[in-house]
């Protein structure tokens, strides 16, 4: 139970921060420096790539969004693996298949695969420079409250990319549809799961509008490419 509880919130918050800017052809490259839960954390947009480098997880995860492709970069073992997006949602769906009927009725009545009701609330805080617009997104399993930056906009495919990464709960959920109505990157999101009113919180500290260099978006010289241990 509480491990199921734990990974629930750890992908509605990757989920909610992955919010796509709806209609944005291009994108600006720009770096999110942020508090997370699991400690700081670095988010490098690209056109063409996203990278989010967790240290407290310990994996980086790239999204190769030009290739469909996802990179997991393991810092502890030096250590890479690629899969593609296709693999990615086959890997999700397989894994929600084979959930038994307990784990099934318990995200049933947790509310993980019911759909969001999207809230917008109006002007938000200004938020590392940037002004933001206020909204609420609500399913039976949690409700958060988001700070959009409408002015950074997100690359097409981003938010299928992460969704994707997911896994079992990534291909179960239905919140899509109400991320994609949340126009530009969050900068601060507060989620409250419903079952035991943990909250987690994410705000940025810095944004960096410099070019990133392009080894951002791969794995680091000397890492060995190894097979995706799921």
Not at 38 to 63: C, F, M, Q, W
Not at 92 to 120: D, H, I, L
Not at 123 to 150: C, H, N, Q, R, S
């Amino acid at each position: 139970m509480r491990q199921t509880i734990r990974s629930v919130a750890r992908w509605t918050c990757t989920l909610a921060i992955a919010a796509a800017a709806s209609g944005a052809s291009a994108a600006q490259e720009y770096t999110v420096k942020m508090n997370g839960a699991n400690g700081p954390l670095t988010i490098y947009v690209s056109p063409k790539a996203v990278r989010r480098t967790e240290p407290g997880l310990h994996v980086d995860v790239i999204y190769r969004l030009a290739e469909a492709k996802i990179l997991y970069i393991d810092n502890d073992q030096k250590t890479y693996s690629e899969v593609t997006l296709e693999e990615a949602r086959q890997h999700g769906a397989k894994a929600a298949a084979e959930m038994s009927p307990q784990q099934k009725a318990m995200m049933t009545t947790m509310g993980v695969n019911a759909p969001a009701r999207v809230t917008k609330v109006g002007p938000g805080d200004t938020i590392a420079g940037f002004a933001t617009e206020k909204y609420v997104m609500k399913t039976p399993a949690m409700e958060t409250e988001v700070l959009a930056a409408p002015a950074l906009t997100v690359p097409d495919g981003y938010y299928d990319m992460t969704r994707a990464s997911a896994g079992a709960l990534g291909a179960a959920s239905q919140q899509g549809d109400g991320l994609k109505t949340i126009k530009g990157m969050i900068l601060k999101r507060v989620g409250t799961l419903a079952m035991n009113k943990i909250t987690t919180t994410e705000v940025a500290t810095a944004v960096d509008t410099a070019p990133i260099p392009p080894a951002t978006f791969g794995p680091p010289a000397g890492y060995k490419k190894v097979p995706k241990g799921w």
